[in-house]
């Protein structure tokens, strides 16, 4: 299951990523916003997908809002959230294979629906790579989150 969130800026590409997820046989949890003119706090929606994530229910989370970046800051102060802001394929596919990112943060200010969809796909379907100095930078993160010094 894949979480989806924005806010009211970003509603239209969160239709259209929903689309093309349920098409591609993919189950998806809708953290909202639901309708484009509600004013919307990202932080919100960052939240109710992310604790998804987090907690288990759903493998990964894609948020979207009007540049992606309030999404991204917002989701990797979350524990247990890798979230990557990525605006082309070859940063998403490394945010799997090399970061383990969990949640994409995209901005529909700045990518047209073509780009968009090809950075989901991207981002859904490359594994990560399971590298022993990847595993240990992703470790360090992780330490970082619990507050360890390195
Ligand atoms: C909303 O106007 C806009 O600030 C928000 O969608 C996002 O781009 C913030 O990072």
């Known amino acids: 299951m894949v979480a989806i969130g924005s806010d009211h800026a970003a509603f239209g590409f969160k239709n ?31 939240a109710a997908a992310c604790s998804r994530v987090a907690e288990g229910g759903c493998e990964k989370a894609i948020l979207v ?13 979350i524990g247990g959230i890798r979230c990557a802001h990525c605006s082309d ?15 994409l943060a995209v901005g529909e200010r700045v990518l047209g629906e073509g780009l968009l969809l090809e950075i989901v796909e991207a981002f859904l379907s490359t594994p990560f790579s399971g590298e022993e100095r990847h595993k240990r930078r992703v470790d360090k993160i992780t330490a970082l989150e619990r507050g360890d010094s390195l």
């Open 65 to 77: 809002c009007g540049t992606g970046i309030g999404m991204s800051i917002a989701a990797n102060k």
């Open 89 to 103: 394929t070859y940063s998403a596919k490394m945010a799997r294979l090399h970061n383990d990112a969990n949640v």
């Open 16 to 46: 259209i990523i929903a689309r093309y997820l349920r098409q591609t046989g993919r189950e998806v949890f809708d953290a909202g916003a639901f309708d484009s003119v509600t004013p919307a706090d990202y932080p919100d929606f960052a």
